[in-house]
């Protein structure tokens, strides 16, 4: 196991302790056939707790071993671009992230997940922009249909429209 995945296995477990407890003692868990607000948060924070351990075991079982092939380049710069790589594609995802939760209230649920989400297909992860636009319209009409419909969950609406 890698370093970090070693860190992020532990930060992982310790997350789930923490929301396990948090729930436990400052919300009330309720029954089984009437649930209070910590019982979500609850049984995630167990279930955060019990994929780390699997994880933590499967990698301890299935150890891949290191294949690097040698092609003139230094190890140096075969480690650097996947790096890079990833750290602009998490930039990306934080910054469309921040846009979404800025833009959500201010031009709707729907607008706004629908530009997060194409943003998402094509920026982070480089879709063609067909497939984008059918994942995003998609994916949206799902979503809003669950928040609004089955969840009964009021969502902000586009002011440009009412």
């Not at 089984?32 to 607000?37: E, F, N, V, Y």
């Not at 934080?94 to 629908?114: C, D, Q």
Request: with cysteine.
């Amino acid at each position: 196991m890698s370093k970090s995945h070693n860190v992020a296995n532990m930060v992982v477990i310790a997350l789930g302790i923490f929301v396990t407890f948090y729930s436990y003692y400052s919300l009330k868990l309720g029954i089984l056939i009437s649930p209070d607000a910590g019982f979500m948060p609850f049984l995630f924070g167990i279930a955060l707790i019990v994929l780390g351990i699997v994880w933590r075991i499967q990698t301890m079982i299935f150890k891949s071993p290191v294949r690097v092939k040698y092609s003139g380049v230094p190890s140096a710069e075969l480690k650097a671009a996947p790096l890079r790589a990833s750290r602009i594609k998490l930039c990306l995802a934080f910054v469309a992230t921040v846009v979404y939760a800025s833009l959500f209230e201010r031009i709707g649920f729907f607008l706004s997940t629908l530009l997060f989400m194409l943003g998402w297909q094509m920026l982070v992860e480089r879709q063609r922009w067909l497939k984008a636009i059918i994942i995003t319209i998609l994916c949206a009409v799902a979503m809003y249909t669950l928040f609004r419909f089955l969840l009964r969950v009021q969502l902000p609406s586009n002011p440009l429209l009412s």
